[in-house]
């Protein structure tokens, strides 16, 4: 059984500087952002959402813990957000690292915060995924998520 601790600083440090280089990476793959500044452009937005790190308000950053109860075999991390006047979760970010992945691990981390968002009071969880990473949409597709809109783009 999976389960979900709030992120250790010392692991935020290095969870961080992770996540900006492959936000970066997603963005040029999926052309929206050219490659000279992608890493500065993904910092600057890591930077606004998490003024204060782990301990910013509305911001629940968590390491998931392995079927050996010690392994941190991946991140995930969701927000409190308002659209429209409604306030909803929005889950930013969500990696199990390589030699975890197709064990489930993701999907019991998402059931795992299903049940902390509903205890915050909240009916729903939102989420964005780039048009190329077809596994996460998999992924999604089976935990019941539907698609609200799309973005599309063609390269000139
Ligand atoms: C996408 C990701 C989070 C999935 O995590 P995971 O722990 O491997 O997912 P699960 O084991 O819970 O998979 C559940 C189901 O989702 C689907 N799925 C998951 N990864 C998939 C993949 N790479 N290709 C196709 N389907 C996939 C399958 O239906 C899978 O069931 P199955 O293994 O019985 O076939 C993981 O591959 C990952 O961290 N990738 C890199 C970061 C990333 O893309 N994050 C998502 C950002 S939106």
Redesign the pocket.
């Known amino acids: 059984m999976t389960t979900l601790l709030p992120m250790r600083t010392a692991v935020y440090e290095s969870y961080l500087e992770h996540s900006i280089l ?1 936000y970066a990476k ?1 963005n040029i793959q999926s052309g929206r952002w050219r490659e000279e500044n992608a890493i500065e452009q993904s910092r600057i937005e890591f930077h606004k959402l998490l003024p204060q790190g782990v301990d910013t308000p509305d911001q629940y950053l968590f390491e998931i813990i392995g079927k050996d109860n010690q392994s941190t075999v ?1 991140f995930i991390w969701f927000a409190v957000v308002s659209d429209k006047g409604v306030r909803l979760a929005f ?1 930013y ?6 030699p ?11 059931k795992a915060i299903e049940t902390l968002v509903s205890d915050l009071g909240l009916s729903s969880i939102g ?4 048009g190329h ?4 949409q ?3 597709r ?2 019941g998520y539907e698609v609200t809109g799309m973005n599309m783009l063609k390269k000139l």
Do not use: C, M, P, W
Not at 133 to 136: F, K, L, P
């Open positions: 492959s997603e991946g889950v970010d969500l990696e199990i690292k390589a975890y992945q197709r064990q489930g691990y993701a999907t019991q981390a998402f989420l964005h995924v780039f990473n077809t596994g996460a998999a992924l999604y089976q935990l």
